[in-house]
């Protein structure tokens, strides 16, 4: 660590020293440490909160460097870029460019700084190629594009240095394995460039250090600064006075307590964790705002226009509150806001503190928070968050590797920008981080992919992508090949959206639109349902190619057909603090006593779930019989277990009827009495639950899974299969349409160990269907399953039981549904002749 | 309104469903595809082979095995009814160039289904001339019987009709999931297939061009695992 008092002289330059002072500020320690890393030539991971000077300290060194740079002569060749900003958020680059601009102005820099987003027009995109600023702040997705241009190496062939802000939220996901790919290449380009990563606090800093340098084998790593973490936050759970619920996510029992909150407050951050749920909590709001406070709403569906709009109030300090999902959690700054309250389960440990580190951005000052459980197994999930926070105890990351379909773009890229050597780009894909430990021939196989589809069977020679010249060198067939490949770029596969028009009185066009929902959401609605959207309770009419639209309804009560609960699965590591939780009644002094009470009775009438046992209870209910299991692993895992567990069953002859999963429980229930079938050794539990599931129970429900075409759709798009804009997703009448699903169909049978069918299987391991987590479980609980035969229904078992019916049957029944849907029709035609005989009715 | 029509499961064995058309007895196979047992003929619509290698053509590599995975169904269809005659209602190739970038393998299998057989190729707009090498005839249209059999279905409507062309599919919500599978149309006067060719895709029956051809009612009779499911085209609902 650098000598702070002695540093400064020699660290920091005069007119840097000058500026700090002019504000009455003090460098801070880890500004100046980076300072000293950057002239020691090392690339550095600063892990900093939130207001701790970060992206000043990420900048510090380029501007000193820059500040010293001899005054180029008329006749030099101008300097080429000197910085590369890269952010996973446009609207974060383009303010993180506003707040350097100041600094460098006021010191009197000659500094050139630009944005290059997908905003920018195109006659200064075409400038910044031909004459680059000093500092470029930017996006991955236009390194992409960068780097696959064949003048990508006279313009970063000068890089000094590369910032990389926010990199937690990028590594881990497969953008972040588009940035990886394309720092590889920044790397090739310009060997001497260092790189910095801002990152909050992540439970395994040492995977980010990873990132900053070539991966040779041996786990090479970045230098490592750590800022002050500033005052603990003071973090509480609402103590509801109100009833807490059994189930639901609404919080409404709250709703009171959280608009007290609000006024007390200067402004407030309430996030919440699906759009339906801020949807819901931003209306129930203004029922009740007598004040008529400045509340606004902000997610991710609603119309750009209109988010930028709550985004500027936001920073002009003209809000009370904004209801917000995830779309809040990074961005930039607001100085403001004096709260953060989190309504529902925080799922995770590390994204509660990610959003509490959005109030109060002074750092001597704690950040305030508030969690709001919106049932009883929330108070158990916000108390275990509470106390991790408080512990400063990080999720783990998920383990992964790159993703294959992301690097099937990048090779692409790479041979639009100039022929490559296999070898050679071999040996720098695995110089980055999530690609060290790819195998060979994984790589040639996504070559392969790339020439002419992969196919075992060799159809498609005259059509290939990418051609071996004759000195082994791949480059590009044609150049409508590299056309398609930047129309490709970026690994964002967005489900399809449709626009929400309001219908006019007058026609049923023409009308205001008020935003965009995922296509799934609306092949769940019937003409005539009603929903909540916007802020309204809104009936779906009727849709018009990709416009869905919609009258205002005088309905109180929407009908929100598919509501998906949090949208996060609960995290590894807060479930097992929950499992802890729960198997330590001493512990439950710091509960509610409601919820103390509840906990207490099922001690009684069944037992708790042990640390690291399997608690199931069987028992009969309403006519029918339920299974209830309590993995604690998440909705995602739970709801491929109840997948197949229901096959299992069904394969018993126990004639499951359908199952429901939340994120700590799963309930199957059936016609068969399986107490009985216990007792008598019918079925063993042991067996039900073996991990032997995972082959080909999981192979042939795989087949048929909605999650996992929809998993394989989007490897397909990331990797260039099909394009975005496949048909099929762009329905003009008259156009018969063909899907995606058809070639996962044909593609699953007649070649299934093809790489992008292994790369959705890899995806769907971690992804929607989380198989990993699961497959962990079982190997966890083998041999340790605690049954119980009860005569009625357990306290625990309550709220899951009370999700029976909302939604999902017995996997592979849609045929059992067919046949219903007739003899419902049949029955109703029947009845119909009835009523017409009756005329009094 | 719909004349008279039945459609009863025929035989709980294997689940295929019947009905009449202009006095013809007829069966939905439930992989989508008619059997005349009078005629002993076997209807199918639409397989659009060597759509793969058309898209590939463009750029667009998708699997190779499109052609193999129809015609593997259209063999298992031919060892169940074992027709007299095959009829292919149009459509048969995805393009001009299909049959000429068929592999060996899918050369073979066509000529074996051939074998012993009557086989008729109907035109349609993307096979409108003969396929050179193919075995069997080839046809603008066919009247056999009280059936008139035509790739894209008259303007004006005619009893007995029996065509392809629109890859009918019929969209249904139980329970809150969506359901979306191929189907047959008809409302007792003519009939429309659904496409049997593995990456024909379709388009719903709520579409005006394909609910346009009926003058009022019509039924869906939607394929499954193993049997036909007739619904009423207004429970089914428009895409999306």
Redesign the interface.
Known sequence: MPDIDAAPDDLLPEPFRRWFAGRGWAPRAHQLELLAQARAGRSTLLIAPTGAGKTLAGFLPSLVELAGRPVPRNSARPPGLHTLYISPLKALAVDVARNLERPAQEMGLAVRIETRTGDTPASRRQRQRRDPPDILLTTPEQIALLLASDDAEPLFADLKRIVLDELHALAGSKRGDLLSLGLARLRAIAPMAQTVGLSATVADPDTLRRWLVPQRGNGEMGELVIADPGAAPDLSMLDSAAHVPWAGHTARHSLKEIYGLIERHTTTLVFVNTRMQAELLFQELWHINDANFPIALHHGSLDVSQRRRVEAAMGEGRLKAVVCTSSLDLGIDWGAVDLVVNVGAPKGSSRLMQRIGRANHRLDEPSRAVLVPANRFEVLECRAALEAVRAGAQDSAVVRSGALDVLAQHVLGMACATPFDADELFAEVTSAEPYADLLRADFDDVVGFNA??G?A?R??ER?A?IRRMKDGRWRVANP??AQ?YRLNVGTIVESTM?KVRLASAKSRFGGRVLGEVE??F?????PGDTFVFAGEVLEYL??VENE?RVARTSAKEPRV??YAGGKFPLSTFLAARVRALLSEPARWASLPGQVRDWLELQKLRSRLPGREDLLVETFPRGGRYHLVAYPFEGRLAHQTLGMLLTRRLDRAGLHPLGFMANDYALVIYGVSDMSLAIAQGRLSLDALFDADMLGDDLEEWLAESALMKRTFRQCAVIAG???RR???KE?N???????TD??Y???R???PG?VLLRAARADAATGLLDIRRLSDMLTRIRGRIDHLALSRVSPLAVPVMLEIG????AGGA??A??????DE?IREAMRAGDDDSEPGR | MPATMTASPADERTGESEIELAGARLVLDPAGALWWPAERALIVADLHLEKGSAFAARGVPLPPYDSRATLALLERLVARWAPRTLIALGDSFHDRGGAGRLGDEERASLAALARGREMVWIAGNHDPEPMPGLAGLHAGELKLGPLTLRHEPAALAEDGEVAGHFHPVARLVLRGRSLRRRCFATDGARLVLPALGAYAGGLNIRDAALAGLFGGAFDAHLVGAARTYRIAHHACLPDR
């Open positions: 002419n589809g196919y069977l159809a498609y059509f992508r409508q090949v398609q449709l296509e799934y609306v092949e769940t609605m019937s009727t849709i869905v057909p598919s299969l099909i394009e496949f048909p099929g329905k009448s008259r156009q018969v349409t063909m899907s058809l070639v169909d044909v593609l049978r007649h070649e093809h909302r939604e999902m049957v849609s045929d549904l067919l046949a219903e849907a007739e029709l």
